[in-house]
């Protein structure tokens, strides 16, 4: 199946189908016609892929160059640090990576730095919506952040290998795809404040499609084909969306934020990192509560809370800031981001009075975008995906630092800053962490990272 490119996108082909590799020399030599590919992979995804891959190469006569892979452990994470390491060793060759998220984000980065003239993307699993994307989800000096590159000139997707692909992969990819229902929810929200207008085209990509591609959760754990594909599909339609609209707003909200503090403050279940889908997928659930329980109230019960409430000055902030983030590689890239958009005195009660005169459009329109909590945390517990803040290793400071720190990170405005502007920030998280969404926390005493 011949994936649809929307016109004027960087990425010529994108195919998912049954024996597709093979077609690997004929693609090579079409868009780089007399250059050397070199595989880039890690012990996983050569057993899953890269093998195959390079002899089917060398079975073609293309003479590729001596593959580089990773070994399966320590775990690849997505550090700037490679790419460094990593740009002399694809400069001048035709960078083919073979794996899922990390890989490809490491060998899109590298490729555009070394300006090897684009990468083909062999894709390893369903797991992430990065492999037709524009930019690279990376920690750059301890700070998560997506990294502006182009994206990979053709990617291709094998049945036998994505649809084969461990379960925790595959949950973790519909749950970076049920992501965009309430990524979805944060951008109403900044269009209705007229602050990040919808882009209709943008918008259609992902929202349009994307109930049906989430609809069968159940055929997705049978990996029946058809869900499958749905899958994969919503996951390479909401990258494009990122490339076409340069960046990646309609598809990430508050709930990558705080999967972002997590990813940074390093959490681990069981010795290990959750994969970045298992994040998200406890803040998606998370972002879902915190719009329940804000647009629960009226509009005139949320401007008497916020009359109420007094408003922050850049001091106080900055101190907010130290108390959380202090100590961190993210503190002074937090410190620049909040105290970049924060408003006081008339800016901030006239944005106030904006939030509440377009409170029943946004209650409305939340109202039909987002899924009921209940039913979300149904399909991920079916599928697998953590819904507990203890399956992904946090107790209840480090949910709440998540929280609080996701406000500091990115200049998106979400649910979060909303909140914040209100003055109703440890409000409304406190009514979720007291109100039955979540019921295991990891014991703090069992916490020993950093001290926490
Ligand atoms: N650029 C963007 O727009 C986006 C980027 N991302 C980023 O992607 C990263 C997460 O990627 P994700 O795919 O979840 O995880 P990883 O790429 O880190 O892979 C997790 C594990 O799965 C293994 N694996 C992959 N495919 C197979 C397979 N077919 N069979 C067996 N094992 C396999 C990998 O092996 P091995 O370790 O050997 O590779 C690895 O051990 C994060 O850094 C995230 O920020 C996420 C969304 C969007
Ligand atoms: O992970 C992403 C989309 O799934 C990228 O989003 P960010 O903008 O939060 O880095």
Excluded at 376 to 381: D, E, G, M, S, V
Excluded at 404 to 410: E, K, N, P, T, W
Excluded at 411 to 416: G, H, K, P
Excluded at 436 to 445: N, S, V
Aim: glycine share 8%; hydrophobic share 45%.
């Amino acid at each position: 199946m011949q994936i649809p490119i929307p016109a004027g996108l960087q990425t010529r082909m994108c195919v998912l189908g049954d024996d597709v590799l093979k077609d690997i020399p004929a693609i090579l030599r079409q868009y780089w016609p007399g250059k050397t590919p070199k595989i880039i992979a890690d012990a996983n995804t050569w057993a899953a892929a890269g093998q195959a891959v390079q002899d089917i190469l060398c079975a073609a006569g293309m003479a590729p160059a001596e593959p580089h892979i990773y070994p399966a452990q320590p775990m690849l994470h997505g550090d700037y640090r490679h790419v460094v390491a990593l740009k002399p060793i694809v400069r001048g060759l035709v960078p083919v990576a073979v794996g899922s998220g990390t890989i490809n984000d490491l060998v899109k980065c590298s490729s555009h730095e070394a300006g090897t003239g684009g990468y083909l993307c062999v894709a390893t699993a369903p797991s992430v919506d990065g492999y037709t994307s524009s930019g690279a989800a990376l920690v750059v000096d301890g700070f998560k952040k997506t990294v502006s590159c182009d994206a990979p000139l053709a990617i291709l997707a094998d049945n036998a290998v994505v649809s084969q692909a461990p379960m925790p992969m595959v949950a973790a990819g519909y749950a970076d795809l049920a992501a965009k229902i309430v990524a979805g929810a944060d951008w109403h929200i900044a269009d209705a404040l007229g602050i990040t207008p919808h882009d209709q085209v943008t918008w259609d990509m992902v929202q349009k499609d994307l109930r049906q591609w989430l609809g069968n959760p159940q055929g997705i754990l049978e990996r029946q084909s058809e869900a499958m594909a749905g899958l994969f599909l919503g996951l390479a339609a909401t990258g494009f969306a990122m490339q076409y609209y340069h960046e990646s707003r309609p598809a990430s909200g508050a709930e990558h934020l705080f999967s972002h503090i997590w990813e940074m403050d390093e959490i681990e279940v069981n010795g290990e990192a959750p994969s970045h889908g298992f994040k998200v997928a406890v803040g998606t659930l998370l972002a879902t509560a915190l719009m329940d329980e804000t647009f629960a109230l009226s509009a005139d019960a949320m401007r008497a809370c916020a009359d109420a409430a007094p408003e922050v000055s850049p001091a106080e902030r900055r101190a907010q800031i130290d108390a959380l983030l202090g100590g961190s590689s993210f503190h002074v890239g937090a410190i620049d981001v909040a105290i970049g958009k924060l408003l006081t005195g008339a800016a901030l009660q006239a944005r106030r009075q904006q939030i509440i005169a377009a409170w029943p459009l946004m209650q409305q329109r939340l109202e039909q975008q987002l899924l009921p909590y209940a039913e979300l945390r149904r399909r991920f517990q079916l599928l697998g995906c953590p819904v507990e803040p203890a399956d992904i290793g946090l107790d209840e400071a480090e949910l709440r630092k998540g929280v609080l720190g996701a406000a500091m990170i990115r200049n998106r405005y979400t649910i979060l800053d909303l909140l914040f502007e209100l003055g109703q920030f440890d409000v409304m998280l406190d009514r979720v962490m007291s109100k039955g969404y979540f019921t295991r926390w990891l014991p703090k005493a069992e916490n020993h990272r950093r001290g926490l």
